[in-house]
T-cell receptor, first 115, second 114 residues
Framework: AQKITQTQPGMFVQEKEAVTLDCTYDTSDPSYGLFWYKQPSSGEMIFLIY??????QNATEGRYSLNFQKARKSANLVISASQLGDSAMYFC????????????FGAGTILRVKS | KAGVTQTPRYLIKTRGQQVTLSCSPI?????VSWYQQTPGQGLQFLFEYFSETQRNKGNFPGRFSGRQFSNSRSEMNVSTLELGDSALYLCASSPGGDRGYEQYFGPGTRLTVT
């Protein structure tokens, strides 16, 4: 069964520091994709970064990078140089090719950036 | 390129009524998925439509239904509303296929059932 686990309900980080948000997943499908989304208090889900299961290199998008460890089934999000605007809920999600575009989400991590 | 749009943004309904929500995907995207987000259950997949056909369905009762039109716009309908249907309903658009990594969400429709 597809499952995403985010073990950190909430995190604090000092402005300008880096922070890692944890995500582990479980799947029996060899072909899958992993996503991170940011959800500010407004409710909109903002796409941050994507990692395919066959991608050799870790994905990066600006200040976001995904630390993909396939053997450990983990896909942690690293945010460098945190900004106050990074305060939001962060969701890890997985798409298995077998199931079309269905995404399975974790419970989310609330990140608060302190000035 | 315009993003995913959802209408209405906010809705208040009474228990027992029905409601229809609309989602317009990004131009060229053929897949539309719907999700329900509640504080208790988190984000849960409702269903996905691709080229007017339902491709996937989540574990929701038959009161939840959807459809997709030839222009890829999608609607979801909830009949006989219950208090527990109060939620943020999000739709996501994707080109599908090899570009399934492109999954973009709309701003959501916040439904309150009283």
């Amino acid at each position: 069964a597809q499952k995403i686990t985010q073990t950190q309900p909430g995190m604090f980080v000092q402005e300008k520091e880096a922070v890692t948000l944890d995500c582990t997943y479980d799947t029996s499908d060899p072909s899958y994709g992993l996503f991170w989304y940011k959800q500010p208090s407004s409710g909109e889900m903002i796409f941050l970064i994507y990692q395919g299961s066959y991608d050799q290199q870790n994905a990066t998008e600006g200040r976001y990078s995904l630390n993909f460890q396939k053997a450990r089934k983990s896909a942690n999000l690293v945010i460098s140089a945190s900004q106050l605007g990074d305060s939001a809920m962060y969701f890890c999600a997985m798409r298995e090719d077998l199931y079309g575009n269905k995404l399975v989400f974790g419970a989310g991590t609330i990140l608060r950036v302190k000035s | 390129k315009a993003g995913v749009t959802q209408t209405p943004r906010y809705l208040i309904k009474t228990r027992g009524q029905q409601v229809t929500l609309s989602c317009s995907p990004i131009s060229g995207h053929r897949s539309v998925s719907w999700y329900q987000q509640t504080p208790g259950q988190g984000l849960q997949f409702l269903f996905e439509y691709f080229s007017e056909t339902q491709r996937n369905k989540g574990n929701f009762p038959g009161r939840f239904s959807g459809r997709q039109f030839s222009n890829s716009r999608s609607e979801m309908n909830v009949s006989t509303l219950e208090l527990g249907d109060s939620a943020l309903y999000l739709c996501a658009s994707s080109p599908g296929g090899d570009r399934g990594y492109e999954q973009y969400f709309g701003p959501g429709t916040r439904l309150t059932v009283t």
